[in-house]
């Protein structure tokens, strides 16, 4: 499709680039003009008009917004192409908006021509309220494009999503330090803070700790809490804390399994800390929560008891334009409406979630030989590209050695990039880190070395394919020439045991322990599953 501006003796069947208004009369975008328009275009003083001229592979602009969001829509959403020519989607019941703001950054990166705004994230929305809405600029889109912006929503979990079912039952530590009116009005003003800010998630407030403000005595109330079965815990505290070091701090290390987020850039009101322990969050309210409450303090709340599994990149996130909240659709645009659930994938098959390694740093190819180049891209998007189009979803890229260049590389790419900080301590931290991060819904996993420049998604798809939903154990592997290779699918009941082939395969045999529920898929072509591991493979790399 060509957009420009076309005389008005050339302009007949073209189609319009913008709305054009005269007086009572409205020409919409997409409108293909005729003769009757041209005249009236002309009646308007005009002898010019922005239109464009489709082509072979041109999609019109409905169709290609509802191609697209199909693949933004997830769970309790709908959408539909509005009056306005906007596709609006919808949460088809009560909760809240899931939503990561880098990703949508990175939507709006991937096409010129595409913009998706939505209501801000973890805000609270009804069944039948507009959560986003997409607009397409121009009249249609080629198919190569439509198709390029698929690519890149296919590496993760639908952007779009309304979560309800979250954990409730919730409790506070009040730790004190000293027993006084003063102290007692600022415990009230923090939880009825609290209670006002986190209304629309009806949570159950029902147990209340007392504890010193000492290390010891806070850290057995926050065992006893868990321990008595609540899943959000609250603290309260009698004063700011300043370092890691302080007292809350160092009291929850004392317990919980991490601290995912320590504090928030929010002047008075940046002691925010969030931590896990199994399946219940821990939580140490600002001490000038009350005074100084901000939407920040909400997201990062929200997003604490909502996400699934919490890491330290999920509180580090960019802002987007936002639309106002509670708007709906008109009674027309209802009708149109597409429940997301109808064009999802089958709810039968097996999810299997894709981590790439990529933290190492190439010692024994004497670089860094993930940034070679590789058919005019970095060795590493070889792997990137196989898991977008494979079927597993979603897919996580683990960094460590120069993650600066390779984020940046991906910054535009809707996959999961983590920094793996303990790379230098060998494959194993990756796996471990990569494998924590898969969902609970993703029956297994495939580790996939980012150094295999021939790997294509059908070996991915193959292994995929292989996997039974209905066995506890499972490793697949291909093999070529006898010999195991890499990449690998395993079940979450293996995550514990996951492994890479180990490269001298060919004189002894790779997971032993593992045959009585390994499947070994052949692979006819053993430059498949090629890895580069040595300068003199560097040298065939730049051969191919």
Known sequence: MKCQHFLLSEATGKYLCADFSFGRITLPRGRQLTAEDIKLLKSCGLKTVLAADFEEGDVISATALEIIAARLCGENTAYCIGDDGLCKIIATQDGILMRESERVAK?????????????????????????????????????????NVVLHLSGNVPMLSIQHDYPKKTAFI????????????????????????????NLSFEGEYQASYDVEDLADAIQTAEYDGYELIFIISPVRTITKDDVIPTAMSKFVDKIVNFDIPSINSSDLIIATKRASRIIALPYNFAKHNSPRHYQDICKAIIHEKLNAFDFQTDECVSLFPAQSLSKTEETRLIDASS???????????????????????????????????????????????????????????QHEVMEELLKDVDINVVYNSDYRAGVKTSIKLGLNLVPNSCQGAILLPADMPNITENELN??????????????????????????????????????????????????????????LIKIPNDNTVWDITFPADIDKLKEQ
């Open 107 to 147: 939507f709006n990166h991937i096409q010129n021509e595409l913009i998706l705004n939505t209501i801000p994230a973890w805000y609270p929305v009804k069944k039948g309220e507009i959560i986003a809405e997409v607009e397409l600029l121009t009249p249609a889109l080629s198919q190569t494009a439509i198709d």
């Open 174 to 201: 009040y730790a004190s330090l000293q027993n006084n009116m003063e102290q007692t009005e600022h415990f009230t003003a923090q939880v009825t803070e609290l209670i006002r800010t986190l209304e629309p998630l």
């Open 343 to 401: 064009t999802t994938l089958d709810p039968n098959a097996s999810q299997i979630a894709i981590v790439i390694l990529a933290a190492g740093s190439s010692a024994r190819a004497k670089c860094n030989k993930l940034l070679k180049d590789c058919g005019g891209e970095p060795l590493f998007m070889k792997a990137v590209h196989a898991a977008l189009k494979s079927k597993g979803l979603p897919v996580f890229f683990i960094t460590g050695h």
């Open 462 to 519: 193959k292994l995929i394919a292989e996997f039974d939903n209905k066995l506890e154990k499972q490793v697949i592997m291909l093999t070529s020439k006898n010999i195991k290779k890499n990449p690998i699918l395993w079940s979450r009941s293996l995550f514990a045991d996951a492994d890479l082939v180990p490269e001298n395969t060919d004189v002894r045999g790779a997971f032993l322990e593992h045959t009585d529920y390994t499947t």
